[in-house]
């Protein structure tokens, strides 16, 4: 059974940080595209960023470049989400997901496995 538990989350102020985990278990991760998307109150779910299996591609929504890096270590099944000079409007849950191909999409329909999120808030 595959599972992704993100960890991480909390509350921080304007201009701090926080780094999020994604943890899968069920399968082999270096197999996969891992991406992070974000949903607010109200909102619909958007995409965060990506990376290909090998970590050699990286790509991000144009609100976060700069300021968030994802990257990831197979060997410890485990992706990450650093982001650094939080803003509020970064305040939603944030969810790791697995792709349905080893390359880079932006695209939710193109994730098969998804965690359960974790709350960030981020206060003005």
């Known amino acids: 059974q595959v599972q992704l538990v993100e960890s991480g989350g909390g509350l921080v102020q304007a201009g701090g940080s926080l780094r999020l985990s994604c943890l899968a278990s069920?399968?082999?991760?270096?197999?996969?595209?891992m991406g992070w998307f974000r949903q607010a109150p109200g909102k619909e779910r958007e995409f965060v960023a990506v990376?290909?299996?090998?970590?050699?591609?990286?790509y991000y929504t144009d609100s976060v470049k700069g300021r968030f890096t994802i990257s990831r270590v197979n060997a410890k099944n485990t992706v990450y989400l650093q982001m650094n000079s939080l803003k509020p409007e970064d305040t939603a849950v944030y969810y790791c997901a697995a792709a349905l191909k080893a390359g880079t999409s932006s695209r939710a329909p193109d994730y098969a496995y998804w965690g359960q999120g974790t709350q960030v808030t981020v206060s003005s």
């Open positions: 069920g399968l082999t991760l270096s197999r996969y595209g």
């Open positions: 990376i290909s299996w090998s970590g050699a591609a990286t």
